[in-house]
DNA sequence: AGCACGATGCTCT
DNA sequence: GAGCATCGTGCTT
């Protein structure tokens, strides 16, 4: 099916949070496809979002997600763990949508053998970086070009799946009422894997 | 099933 | 120097 393109980015950051549900992340790694069905998405939304790390404004971390949107904004945290975001809406307008889970489809033997443990794959943002081979090298990277090894296949043509909006997860000690956005979404029962 | 904690290093004050 | 969009382990209900 077809890639996502520009324009499926280009949107308010809710919407794209949403509507990425049921489409396909895909990573080509050596020349194999690696892939999983988006499960969990969340928003973060410009410099008044106390919980986006474009809270204190551009900085050389989040310039990307200053820029145009379908681009990959990967940054790297607690010492070890590298997250995906898809940067959203119009350029200059700092916004992102990170990708916190997935239900893998595809390559799930290559994945399995990049794990120490034989168990749950991609049920979180960091797991699933690791699991795909996403780091550093990415950020910034073109989520819409031809011939690029990390994009988002639509999946889900229709927008009925059922979504549950729920507060962001991890946000630590941000005010409110940012502290308290349903701007979290997910595919109900997809949780387990 | 749920909580506490340590790992580990980058970013910004 | 503090805080962090997390994860896995180990211990308690």
Redesign the pocket.
């Known amino acids: 099916m077809a890639r996502l393109t520009r324009s499926f980015f280009a949107r308010p950051t809710l919407a794209v949070a949403q509507a990425l549900l049921g489409q396909r992340l895909v990573r080509i790694l050596n020349g194999q496809r690696l892939a999983g069905v988006i499960t969990e998405t ?1 928003a ?1 939304i410009g410099e008044e979002d106390l ?3 474009a809270r ?1 404004g551009r ?4 310039a990307v ?1 200053y820029g145009p949107p379908g681009h990959a ?1 990967v ?7 590298w ?1 995906l ?1 898809a940067v959203t809406e119009r350029e200059g307008f700092p916004a ?1 949508v ?1 990708i916190r889970a997935l239900v893998p489809t595809e390559g799930l033997d290559v994945m399995r053998r990049r ?3 034989d ?2 794959l991609t ?6 970086t ?1 699991v795909l081979g996403i780091e550093g090298t990415f950020n910034g990277g073109d989520l819409c070009a031809r011939g690029v090894d990390l994009f988002i296949e639509s999946a889900q043509a229709d927008s009925r799946l059922p979504i549950v909006a729920a507060p ?7 005010p409110e009422p940012w502290l308290s956005k349903a701007w979290n979404f997910k595919l109900p029962d997809s949780g387990k894997q």
């Open positions: 969340e973060y919980a986006c790390h204190a900085t050389a971390r989040n997600m904004y940054y790297f945290t607690y010492g070890m763990h997250m975001n992102a990170l794990r120490h443990l168990r749950i049920d979180g943002p960091a797991k699933l690791r962001r997860v991890g946000l630590g000690s941000t």
